[in-house]
């Protein structure tokens, strides 16, 4: 094993999993399960990234943006265990096709009170290894976000409580990662979730923190 795996305070251990495979997490395990925000997800392969269709309980895709099909994330995962695959309208190729449901998607719609930031392409897939400038804000925000690994393995997500307050939402590093930020003053977002939680970070993420502070950390990591 190489000196550097699992040398990080938040080193999960991602060696022989498949990027975008299908994997519904534990639900005890997520923020906000109880809340009516969640819906599955399909992996869908486009020309050049995986696309992440979100699909109602009645087998429709879409809806994200709906909270009247949003569901809790015990309904979402009961159903996608149900459903292994699901056949989708690919409009890119313009036919019917089967592709796996592959997760679940929490749904920060416009007004909501959640606060996330996506880190991309920060993280190796086989060591496990985070680059410093995604664990230097990891660490800034470990004590009030819940963090994990993204479904491609290569990325890392937070969620927590709060507002940004900052109209920059997104910054591409010239190592070719990025920084994204995103909250309800924003439009709907549909966030793939995969259960697999960086140790180290909230379990469960904390609502007593300051606007002050997130408005702070915006303005560091987005200059």
Known sequence: MPAEVGASPFYVDTRGLVPYARRIPNTRHLPFASERIWLPWVACP??????????????RTGGHANPAVLVTALDAAAWAHRHP?????????????VHP????LLNVLPGSPYAGIDLDDCRDAESGVIQPW???IIDATKDFLYWEVSPGLQGLRGIGYGAW??????????DGGAIELYDGSHGARALTFTGLHLPGTEPFP?????????AALA???LP
Do not use: C
Not at 47 to 55: A, L, Q, Y
Not at 165 to 173: A, D, P, S
């Open 46 to 59: 486009g020309p050049r990234k995986m696309g992440k269709v979100p699909i109602q309980l009645n087998g």
């Open 85 to 97: 695959k699901a056949r989708i309208w690919v409009a890119s190729r313009q036919a019917r096709e």
């Open 101 to 104: 449901v592959a997760g679940l």
């Open 134 to 136: 995604a664990a230097e």
């Open 165 to 174: 307050n900052i109209q920059r939402q997104t910054l591409r590093r010239p």
């Open 206 to 214: 904390r609502t007593d923190v300051a606007p002050e502070r997130l």
């Open 219 to 221: 303005a560091s990591i």
